[in-house]
């Protein structure tokens, strides 16, 4: 193997477009779909994570591990739009400050989508330029928790999804109740189940593993 990192050239993918989305109990949603967006950048895509929430901790600093691996993938951005704790969850973290931060980032999604179809995709996307030039891949991490906590409408993510142009590859993550409002719309619903978690006997989410 050669010790150089083989350059990654900008591609227009050929079968682009669906809808994903990935719900459940277990663990592995968010990491589904980063393996993705990792997968497309490495193809020369351009791949964009919008991170409605993510919970445990006060900082990007403590937590945020995915977004340093990100930063080292030409053509792989991201950002936050929520709180770093959990909604309903005794981590110190305001429930209204929740609320007001995922609109914002269902506002921010929207733009991202709107971008997207004004950009022209029939060229390859500058790797390194900024999401509102366009994407061919959007991950909107935890989106689906943040409609299932009712800081954002069901009916707000099915728009996201009908507006997207047809060649963006949507992906939608988060929650443990079944996003029904989704069944009709998407072409790839995945549910996540737990059937062991260490979480159950006491064990702590880890950093590297979990975070």
């Not at 393996?35 to 791949?47: E, I, N, T």
């Not at 936050?80 to 973290?93: E, K, M, P, R, V």
Request: net charge negative; glycine share 12%; hydrophobic share 35%.
């Amino acid at each position: 193997m050669s010790d150089t990192p083989r350059p990654v050239e900008g591609r227009v993918p050929e079968e682009f477009g669906l809808v994903q989305v990935w719900w459940g109990n277990g663990k592995g949603k968010t990491t589904a779909a980063l393996g993705m967006g990792f997968r497309a950048a490495g193809h020369g895509y351009r791949v964009h994570l919008l991170q409605f929430m993510k919970g445990g901790a006060a900082s990007v600093e403590d937590v945020r591990g995915e977004y340093a691996a990100i930063e080292q993938v030409a053509g792989f951005s991201y950002e936050h739009t929520g709180h770093y704790g959990w909604h309903g969850f005794a981590d110190g973290s305001d429930d209204d400050d929740h609320a007001a931060k995922a609109k914002g980032g269902l506002e921010r999604a929207r733009d991202l989508i709107d971008a997207a179809a004004d950009a022209d995709r029939s060229d390859p996307i500058d790797l390194d330029g900024d999401p509102e030039n366009g994407v061919h891949m959007l991950i909107l991490d935890e989106v689906l928790y943040a409609a299932n906590r009712g800081l954002i409408d069901p009916a707000d993510v099915v728009d996201l999804v009908e507006r997207k142009p047809d060649d963006l590859e949507l992906v939608c993550t988060g929650g443990h109740e079944h996003p029904s409002y989704l069944t009709d719309v998407a072409d790839l619903v995945s549910e996540v189940r737990k059937e062991r978690h260490p979480i159950d006997a006491g064990q702590r989410a880890r950093k590297g593993t979990e975070f």
